[in-house]
């Protein structure tokens, strides 16, 4: 069955850390992916996307992700981390020209002030 | 912008009870989406819908219905309430994709429901 794996289940770190969130998937095919962020009581919203070209994308709140196609990992980087990124993030994935999305598991992250 | 609006926001029902959980867009996306939220497990897709009048399942179907008589509406229904069912529902919505599939999805403040 197609999956998506994020190892990290919690993190918690000081302001201005770094921080990599690991996410790996399991489709062979060509794939589109996803980081969507959700803030304590509110719904996911789209942190960054990767469909084709560069590697290397970089998203909203200075957040980027890296797509290892030999890897079948797609890990979300910020440089330094603040308070207000506590929050559950998801990687998802789907197959090219297919829509549906499958999920991970999530990882809450907890950035202490 | 309203964009998605899902109601009610909170529900509590008894075993056996039926709902419906309206989710509504404004963006004329021509697909909708709703899934469950879990801990621990994610988000799962229960029933998905590709344009008006149509639907499909998803990972996690059984026990739901769900209705699409207009573009911009999308139930979910539950006929005889489960306590497994208790979780937090999303609703989302996404622009057609043709052959890429790489349209993201907008997604509703979430519906939480309690079964007891």
């Known amino acids: 069955a197609q999956s998506v794996s994020q190892h990290n289940h919690h993190v918690i770190l000081s302001e201005a850390a770094s921080l990599e969130l690991g996410c790996n998937y399991s489709y062979g095919g060509t794939v589109n992916l996803f980081w969507y962020v959700q803030y304590p009581g509110q719904h996911l919203q789209l942190l960054l996307k990767?469909?084709?070209?560069?590697?290397l994308v970089k998203g909203i709140k200075g957040f980027e992700a890296e797509f290892i196609k030999s890897k079948f990992s797609f890990n979300l980087r910020k440089p330094s981390v603040q308070w207000s990124d506590t929050a559950e993030y998801f990687c998802a994935v789907n197959h090219r020209g297919f829509q549906k999305l499958v999920f991970g598991t999530g990882t809450r992250l907890l950035v202490s002030p | 912008n309203a964009g998605v609006t899902q109601t009610p926001k909170f529900r509590v029902l008894k075993t056996g009870q039926s709902m419906t959980l309206l989710c509504a867009q404004d963006?004329?996306?021509?697909?909708m989406y709703w899934y469950r939220q879990d801990p621990g497990m994610g988000l799962r897709l229960i029933h998905y819908?590709?344009?008006?009048?149509?639907?499909a399942k998803g990972e996690v179907p059984d026990g739901y219905n769900v209705s699409r008589l207009k573009k911009q509406n999308f139930l979910l229904g539950l006929e005889s309430a489960a306590p497994s069912q208790t979780s937090v529902y999303f609703c989302?919505?996404?622009?057609?994709?043709?052959?890429?599939?790489?349209?993201?999805?907008?997604f509703g403040d979430g519906t939480r429901l309690s079964i007891l």
């Open positions: 989302a919505s996404s622009r057609q994709t043709g052959a890429a599939g790489n349209q993201p999805q907008h």
């Open positions: 963006m004329n996306h021509e697909y």
């Open positions: 990767y469909f084709s070209g560069d590697p």
């Open positions: 819908s590709v344009g008006e009048g149509t639907t």
